[in-house]
């Protein structure tokens, strides 16, 4: 029988509740990854949605662990790892995603890190990226927390 791990918890968790906020009209889905790196062993989990009938600035929310998850949860804590994964969140648009660059990490607040990325194409055409990420592991316990950081990153997009 499969046992799941605290990725595997976690993902349901986090895919129900961006479903939730799909059915009910307040976002579009608008890609989804489910991906094992079997060089690192490395799980990720991405999910990317922007509010409903926007062409706006998107977020990819990604869950991802590691063999060093995975070996914590399979014995115990090993060399500053806990059982269960991080989470990013993703800001993607264009330039104009950089006028709410200050509002978004307000919005988001202490105990978090950002990452601002400027990607230009050969057709000049550029791309904003803004990464958000946390200074924790999440685990199962924070269930609550996750669903709160979905519900977060949808009202941050009408920032």
Do not use: C
Not at 15 to 27: H, N, R, S, T, W
Not at 75 to 98: H, K, M, P, Q
């Amino acid at each position: 029988m499969f046992d799941p791990t605290a990725f595997d918890n976690l993902k349901v968790v986090l895919e129900g509740a961006v479903y939730d906020f799909d059915l009910g009209g307040e976002i579009d889905i608008v890609d989804r990854k489910d991906l094992f790196d079997f060089a690192h062993y490395e799980r990720k989990y991405q999910i990317q949605y922007r509010l409903k009938g926007t062409q706006g600035a998107s977020v990819r929310l990604e869950l991802k662990a590691d063999a060093g998850h995975f070996l914590a949860e399979r014995n115990g804590f090993v060399r500053g790892n806990r059982a269960g994964a991080v989470i990013a969140f993703t800001y993607l648009g264009d330039e104009s995603l950089l006028s709410s660059r200050n509002a978004l990490e307000e919005f988001w607040g202490q105990g978090t890190s950002w990452e601002w990325l400027t990607i230009s194409s050969s057709h000049g055409e550029s791309r904003v990226e803004g990464i958000l990420t946390f200074f924790r592991v999440i685990t199962e316990e924070m269930v609550d927390d996750v669903i709160e950081m979905v519900a977060h990153s949808i009202e941050s997009l009408l920032k």
